[in-house]
Structures are given as structure tokens and as C-alpha cells.
């Protein structure tokens, strides 16, 4: 039997173009800035999101990790939204190895307020307190159920950080799933940030690889940052390769995956005994309670070839599910009739 899963868009395999693209890349060496493909992808990424130069780096991760240490120095404070990606699923690694210090404030519905952040900045001189340095933003907001944040709602913050004299970084891992939605060019979400990331392996479904983008100077000195943590590469074409691929034909796709979520969602919402407002669903990820707990109905679920996980989301413990390249609607309606036997099994057993 064929395995649904619906653990994470990370999960997509990269398309046949993608395979030919690699197999047939020419090579140089990217430490030396000499790798065609690679030049050409940072090239393109920077105009998609309307900046001035790329850095293709190996992961989202990597890519807010350069970010952020190319923004501050030890010592630092950045502002972050307190269920973002940057501040609970990435190892701690801006204060581990930045020494920069995270303040979070409320994001709810994938964005923090104005007056939140308002007052959260330092500003002022005080010998007790970190320099105020940075802002971080997320769109779309994986714990917030994939929620896409309008450009206006982000120039706001920006503008507010900028008057503070604070750099703003977007982890757009799923950016463009958020100009989808909105039927906008990228760059409209990325106008007033200092440096913006995006994934090629999530719903652009490349094997590997993310861009960081910024001014010239920025990526000068993340080039640097990124050797100093080991994310130097050599005959990186093959990433950038897929990564070209992905840019021309894969970003008008995720509309499909946005539809398959929300078809997968209304399903959802009319099973007894699962809650879900299938109007929270904006782009490709589901968050949904179930009964009993999350652990048991994953590992039963796994038993009818349908994988799917759980996560501590802003509304307590839910089961995840997203939607991605690969996955068609006919999956969809087998990965119900899978969800409807466990949840009514379990209500046959009370």
C-alpha cells in the first residue's frame, strides 16, 4: 500500500527537471565564488525578493543562524515571537553559539502586536540590559497553524524596528506559500527586511538548500559567518541546479497544496470527535485535536500507511499534518478514511 505522509513538506522528492538539472550541472568551486549555477540561483533568489545579493546556504536553520550572527554581535538582543521557529526548534543556537540573547514576546496568529514589540525594545541606556539589535519576524508561522502575515502588517513592525535603529530578518521558510495565498509578487513581503530567508526543500521540493538575501554588504559579511560555521561549499551546482528549477516551476504550484490543505481541514472538522476550524487554514499546514492523546493517534494512524506528528503548537499539544508536492486529493480522502477509523474506533472503545 502507498504511504500518505503528511509529516512535512520536507518530505518531497525533487521532480524528474530537477534529477536531469543536477545530473547535467556545470561545476565550479563556491568557495571561490566560481560555481555558475550557484551565482546564477543567488542571483535570481535576490531579484525575486527584490534585494541585492543571495548567499545559498545548506538549510533555514543555517540560513537564520548566518542572519542572525551577521545582525549582532555577543551579547545582543533579539526580539522574537515566543512559538517561532527561531526560538523554540532551532537548538537554541543563536545564544548557544552567538552568544545573542532572545526576548520573546506573544505571537498570536503568527505575529506579534506593535505595542508587544514596542515594548520590548530597550532603548535608552541602562548598564543592565542587552543591546536591542535585532527583530525577527516568521512568515508563514509554522506553530500558527501556517498563518500567511500581510506586507503592511510586516512594514509596520519594520518601520518600528528601523526608528530603533534595529536590523529586521523574515525566517521566510515558507515565504512563498504566503505570496501565493495573497496573490503577490515575494518581494511585497520582504520590502522593509534587512535580510530574508526562504527554503528550496520544503514546498519548492528540492533535496536540500535555502537562500539568505540582503544587501550586497550583508551577504558579504553572512559569506563569512557561513564558513566560520562549517556551511562553506565546494561544487555546490547541484543544489542550485534544483534550486533553479524550483524557482521557474514550482512557486504557482503550492496553490494546490493550499487547496489540498483546506479540503483536508473541512474533512477533518466533520469527523466526531476531532476540533479544527478548517478557517484557520490558510496555506498547507493542519493543526487538529483529537481524542485521547496525540502520541497514540500518530502511532495508529502509522499502522494504516498514514504518517503525521505532533507538536506543542500555540493552542496547546495538536497532530500535524501538511500538504505538498506528491500528495494529490485522491491521498487526501484515503488519509480521512484512515483518520475517521481511528477517531471512531477510539469512541467505539469509551
Known amino acids: 500500500m502507498t504511504i500518505i505522509d503528511l509529516r512535512s513538506d520536507t518530505v518531497t522528492q525533487p521532480t524528474s527537471a530537477m534529477r536531469k538539472a543536477m545530473f547535467e550541472a556545470p561545476l565550479g568551486d563556491d568557495n571561490y565564488q566560481e560555481d555558475p549555477l550557484t551565482k546564477e540561483l543567488e542571483a535570481q533568489a535576490a531579484t525575486l525578493l527584490g534585494k541585492e545579493a543571495g548567499l545559498l546556504v545548506t538549510s533555514g ?49 503568527g505575529i506579534p502586536t506593535i505595542s508587544d514589540v514596542e515594548d520590548a525594545i530597550r532603548t535608552g541606556y541602562n548598564i543592565h540590559w542587552p543591546n ?28 518600528l524596528a528601523h526608528a530603533n535603529q534595529m536590523k529586521v530578518h523574515i525566517d521566510g521558510a515558507r515565504l512563498f506559500n504566503a505570496a501565493v495565498y495573497f496573490g503577490i509578487p515575494a518581494h511585497e513581503l520582504a520590502a522593509q527586511a534587512d535580510s530574508v530567508t ?108 498514514v504518517l503525521c506528528n505532533s507538536y506543542l503548537t500555540q493552542s496547546g499539544k495538536r497532530v500535524r499534518m501538511v500538504t505538498h508536492y506528491g500528495l494529490t486529493a485522491e491521498d487526501v480522502d484515503a488519509a480521512l478514511e484512515a483518520i475517521e477509523s481511528v477517531v471512531m474506533g477510539k469512541r467505539v472503545l469509551k
Do not use: W
Not at 198 to 221: H, M, N
Open 61 to 109: 536553520h543555517q540560513g537564520n543562524l548566518v542572519s542572525i550572527l551577521t545582525h549582532c554581535n555577543r551579547g545582543d538582543e533579539m526580539i522574537v515571537g515566543n512559538t517561532a521557529h527561531i526560538y523554540l526548534s532551532e537548538v537554541g543556537s543563536a545564544s548557544g553559539l552567538g552568544g545573542v540573547h532572545p526576548r520573546a514576546v506573544l505571537d498570536r496568529g
Open 132 to 159: 536591542s539589535a535585532l527583530l525577527c519576524l516568521e512568515n508563514t508561522h509554522n506553530f500558527a497553524s501556517g498563518t500567511p502575515t500581510p506586507p503592511e502588517k510586516i512594514n509596520e513592525l519594520a518601520d
Open 198 to 305: 526562504f527554503c528550496l526543500s520544503k514546498g519548492l521540493s528540492c533535496p536540500l538548500g535555502s537562500l539568505i538575501c540582503g544587501t550586497k554588504e550583508f551577504v558579504s559579511r553572512a559569506r563569512k559567518i557561513r564558513k566560520m560555521l562549517g556551511g562553506g561549499m565546494r561544487q555546490s551546482g547541484f543544489i542550485a541546479a534544483a534550486g533553479l528549477v524550483a524557482l521557474e516551476t514550482m512557486i504557482n504550484r503550492l496553490a494546490e497544496d493550499h487547496d489540498n490543505a483546506k479540503r483536508l481541514a473541512v474533512g477533518l472538522a466533520a469527523i466526531p470527535g476531532i476540533d479544527l476550524d478548517p478557517d484557520i487554514v490558510k496555506t498547507n499546514i493542519v493543526y487538529f485535536e483529537v481524542p485521547g492523546t496525540v502520541e497514540e493517534f500518530c502511532k495508529e494512524l502509522q499502522t494504516k500507511d
